[in-house]
């Protein structure tokens, strides 16, 4: 009876992690939120040799600049904090293609910057 009920805590504490994770994390702009996805899935591309460096760095340029605008809509309200965190996430991108575009940056340097991204997005890291 005892390892039952355990079993059945353990499997609704499994459940109610399960149900919570995905989707954009709380205290973000849903602007934000999107601006970072389409950050993350750039660099997947370029991660995934489908864009250029250069394509790549231009892209993520305009997504900063979307990033930026974003946060300082944002200033006086709670998502603020996050948004900014998403806006320096895609800038650190940026530096990261820059870098590589320029031969003084390797791709570990991009795989680095798009992890965090992640983390701050609650997507999974790349490998």
């Given at each position: 009876m005892k390892k039952t009920s355990v079993l059945l805590v353990i499997l609704s504490v499994l459940i109610?992690?399960?149900c919570a994770s995905g989707g954009r994390p709380e205290n973000?702009?849903?602007?934000?939120y999107d601006?970072?996805?389409?950050?993350?899935?750039?660099?997947?591309r370029y991660l995934d040799d489908a864009i250029s460096v250069?394509?790549?760095h231009s892209q993520m340029e305009n997504l900063h600049t979307r990033a930026d605008k974003q946060s300082d809509a944002s200033v006086d309200?709670?998502?603020?904090?996050?948004d900014l965190g998403i806006s320096h996430s895609i800038l650190m991108l940026q530096v990261s293609l820059s870098s590589k575009m320029y031969g003084r940056g390797t791709t570990a340097?991009?795989?680095a910057a798009r992890n965090s991204?992640?983390?701050k997005l609650g997507e999974k890291k790349r490998k």
């Open positions: 109610l992690v399960g973000m702009s849903d602007m934000a601006i970072g996805m389409d950050a993350l899935k750039l660099a997947d250069d394509s790549a309200k709670k998502e603020y904090v996050r340097d991009v795989l991204l992640a983390e």
